[in-house]
């Protein structure tokens, strides 16, 4: 089947044609995925995406094609990846985010943090406690203290930790941090 046929009929809602361009490109796709730090898996997901995105602008009769099909499928799964790969960098950077304590003398410098935040109001507490101590999730974070969502936890967790900084450099030198 000629590609141009394969185009009118997905427009048309055909699936089969759909099932067929999914095995037509399968490899191709994953491979594009795979050989940029994605697993099988994330690639299969990837790929699904893509041919959902492809359907729909073809279905709803707006999807102009002025490449080959694998051009227009290939760009969708580099833009859906590329989006991927970016929110775990930002998933990534935010468990790096941690208060790092030296080694020698933790225990002196965790009680000097421990009275600093003792000194917060209940929510900022909850929130530092719960992230840096407990280790919970934006998520979990979120649904403990009844905020509407992550995004909000993390703001507060981002202000909460600037005013322990603050808290912090304002009561103590760094002689009380360092030998």
Known sequence: MKENEIFDKICKGDE???ELLYQKYYRMMT??????????QEAKDIYQDALVVFWQKAVSGNLVLTSKISTYIYSICQNLWRKELERKKRLSSEEKDSIELPQHDKEERAKLINLCISQMGDTCKKVLMYYYFDGL?????????????TNTAKTKK???????D???KSQYSEHDFLD
Do not use: H, P, R, W
């Not at 491979?31 to 099988?40: A, C, L, Q, R, Y």
């Not at 999730?137 to 969502?149: C, E, P, R, V, Y």
């Not at 981002?158 to 322990?164: D, R």
């Open 16 to 18: 089969k044609a759909l």
């Open 31 to 40: 491979k594009m995925v795979i050989s940029n730090s994605g697993t099988e």
């Open 137 to 149: 999730s934006m998520q979990d974070i979120a649904d403990k203290l009844g905020f509407a969502n």
């Open 158 to 164: 981002y202000k909460c930790k600037q005013k322990l």
């Open 166 to 168: 603050e808290l912090v």
